[in-house]
């Protein structure tokens, strides 16, 4: 062939420019990244983590397990080991299953991807936890979120109401919620179970330090399951959360997990861990003493109304809350600005609850920002 013609050829296919735009979903492009606030050297009460270490004999348990984990394998598979101590840490019967998953983050994005059936619905309550909107469009389902009521308890007549008008194929129903810290109404929840015709999890990221539970009530419901994460409980850097309900539903979830999701060193800690589960409670117990603290040091704080909490978080309002959070963080404090991020939020800050010196350290903080932007 003539080179000209080499030529001809080649620049009559020369493609347009491949751009992110071009190719990814829409509904991706339109999204933003979850976002976490840097924070070397602040106190940080914005992730609801927990602020113990591990009493240092625990310490030394783990670090034998760690020195002679086989990190040269891939891991158990079926995790049999740790779901073992899961099911005999929650006192779950024969025939509940149970999934685990890097993060309780990962079960909400496989349980999505298991029911998106084109124009099915995932619903749950605003505002709630964010990730139940971002994972409806990961997963290309519809997104349904109902208003809570003023006092962010669940708006029944709402809710019933758009079930029936949206049947949802999946609800998700924070338990007690993020980043209100309530329990909402057994009672409506049960409603909610009997009127669904889809799944019903009852997500219990903060079960640790709530007074209620729905896990006791798996097998009740055909359509109840019940989602857990050690994050809150001392071990957030693991990345563990587990999903517990009925075999049938397990099953089908199980299909969609990633064979190796949670790694050997995962593993063998949280077996350890759960060997020790009374020294994560009783660290439990302290933070739920130090959220009464520091509840009762919010509502003695002019112009802040402070939320009564189940969780180990308390979401407050009050004037100036941009400028507040501001002054916190330029006094080395970060907590949680959900100003701007709902309207039901406007003005609302979270701090999740830190040791006694980080909370006394964040009311003292927080009361000079009061001050100054009075
Ligand atoms: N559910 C709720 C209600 C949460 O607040 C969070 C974390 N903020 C999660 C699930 C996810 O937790 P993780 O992925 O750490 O298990």
Known sequence: MPTYCIFTVVMSSVRNPVTPESLVRP?????????????????????????????????????????????????????????????????????????????????????????????????????????????????GMQYVGVPLAEDFSLDMPAMLASIRTHQPALIFLAYPNNPTGNLFVAADIEAILQVSNGLVVVDEAYYAFADNSFLPRLGEFDNLLVMRTFSKLGMAGLRLGFLAGPRNWLEQMEKLRLPYNVGV?????????????????????????????????????????????????????????????????????????????????????????????????????????????I
């Not at 995790?79 to 101590?85: G, M, P, Y």
């Not at 994560?280 to 739920?288: F, H, P």
């Open 27 to 139: 509904e991706i492009l339109a999204l933003h990244a979850y976002h976490v606030q840097p924070s070397p050297g602040m106190i940080k009460l914005d992730a609801m983590e927990n602020p113990y270490i591990l009493p240092e004999s625990v310490r030394a348990e783990l670090a034998a397990v760690v020195s002679s984990a086989s990190i040269n394998r891939y891991p158990d598979a079926s995790a049999a080991t740790l779901k073992d101590s899961i099911r005999k840490t929650g006192n779950l019967p024969s025939d509940i299953d149970i999934l685990l998953g890097n993060g309780s983050d990962e079960i909400i994005q496989l349980l999505a991807m298991a029911l998106a059936k084109p124009g099915a619905t995932l619903m749950s309550v605003e505002p709630s936890f964010v990730m139940y909107k971002m994972i409806a469009a990961f997963t």
């Open 265 to 373: 060193l995962p593993q063998r800690v949280a077996e350890v861990l759960l060997q020790h589960h009374d020294v994560l409670l009783q660290q439990a117990a302290q933070i739920k003493a130090d959220r009464t603290w520091l509840y009762e040091r919010l509502v003695g704080t002019v112009d802040v109304h402070a939320y009564p909490s189940n969780a180990n978080f308390i979401l407050f309002r009050l004037s100036h809350a941009g400028k507040v959070f501001e002054g916190l963080k330029q006094r080395g404090v970060l907590i949680k600005k959900l100003d701007g991020s709902h309207p039901a939020l406007a003005d609302c800050l979270r701090v999740t609850v830190g040791s006694p010196e980080e909370n006394e350290r964040f009311i003292k903080a927080l009361q000079e920002s009061i001050h100054q932007n």
